[in-house]
């Protein structure tokens, strides 16, 4: 059947890249190129998961030609990353895989108030055994309490883990979203935030307000930027991975002037009742390579 959505208008350097690839796929950043997407007719976005994504991924990307680049792990100097967003609650339904890096991107809080989410939540984050957790926060964590509480877990601004050099960027409006937006630095590994970039897998149809691209035009012109000093200095200055969530049917896999963007979002579409997606998991290069791999 036809997807119910329409595509997301991404601009013609954009590329679609089909997270349901099978496990183990090696991409390697910024070069990685799916120059056959448009020429295919390839028109339709990607959940993770299901067999009609599955087979929309090998039609589409002609993926049956890289088998003979599958590899276990990226290389030898990798590291894990585990990440889920928008889980409202339900965090405890989700099974975590192992991994060195566990990133939550916000929307933890279900109700309201936090006295009743953040402990549990607090609990389980805790318990997970990973060696570095960090949490963004999003719309529905906007009290101070998830700040002081999640401590050094708490994600804003940059951090350095292991040679790999990450950015966080929490949910704001008006002037302080701009004013964090504009303090991207450049060559980033990771970039974590709430909201996608506007027009990136940021498609809100089954909102009970409007159907509209509704990612933020700061984190846009942001990285628009950034790509632009990278095409007039041939250097690598764009992120390498873009994680966020916020928009729950925008769930899926972007590429586009070097940089991968991944909606890990978990919740189902439109208002959270459950989680419907599983933990995404990535293994990020430590030698300098650029080289990322969407393992599940």
């Known amino acids: 059947p036809s997807h119910p959505l329409p595509l997301p208008r991404h601009g013609q350097h954009g590329k679609l890249i089909s997270p349901a690839a099978p496990s183990g796929w090696s991409l390697r950043l910024p070069h990685v190129k799916f120059e056959r997407l448009e020429r295919h007719g390839a028109r339709r976005r990607v959940e993770y998961g299901g067999p009609i994504c599955c087979a929309l991924a090998v039609r589409s990307l002609r993926l049956r030609r890289l088998r003979r680049r599958r590899r276990s792990r990226v290389s030898c100097d990798a590291l894990r990353v585990v990440a889920v967003s928008d889980t409202h609650g339900f965090h405890r339904r989700l099974q975590v895989p192992t991994g060195d890096i566990f990133i939550h991107c916000g929307d933890a809080q279900q109700g309201r108030s936090p006295s009743r989410d953040l402990p549990d939540f607090l609990s389980w984050f805790r318990s997970l055994p990973f060696r570095h957790k960090f949490f963004v926060r999003g719309n529905h964590d906007t009290t101070r309490e ?23 960027v929490p949910y704001q409006q008006g002037f302080m979203a701009a004013a964090y937006s504009m303090q991207i630095p450049q060559g980033l590994d990771l970039l974590v935030s709430h909201e996608p970039p506007h027009k990136i897998l940021d498609f809100a149809s089954a909102s009970s307000l409007r159907a509209d691209h509704i990612g933020s035009r700061e984190l846009k012109s942001a990285l ?63 030698d300098g390579s650029g080289e990322a791999q969407l393992v599940s």
């Open 146 to 168: 998830w700040k002081d509480r999640l401590g050094a877990h708490f994600l804003r601004g940059p951090r350095s883990v292991e040679d790999l050099k990450i950015f966080g």
């Open 224 to 286: 628009g930027r950034l790509s632009h000093k990278s095409r007039q200095t041939k250097r690598r200055l764009s992120p390498r991975v873009h994680l966020f969530g916020h928009v729950h049917e925008g769930r899926g896999a972007w590429e586009q002037d070097g940089t991968l963007f991944l909606n890990v979002a978990n919740a189902n579409p439109g208002m959270a009742r459950t989680l419907q997606h599983p933990c995404v998991v990535l293994d990020l290069a430590t």
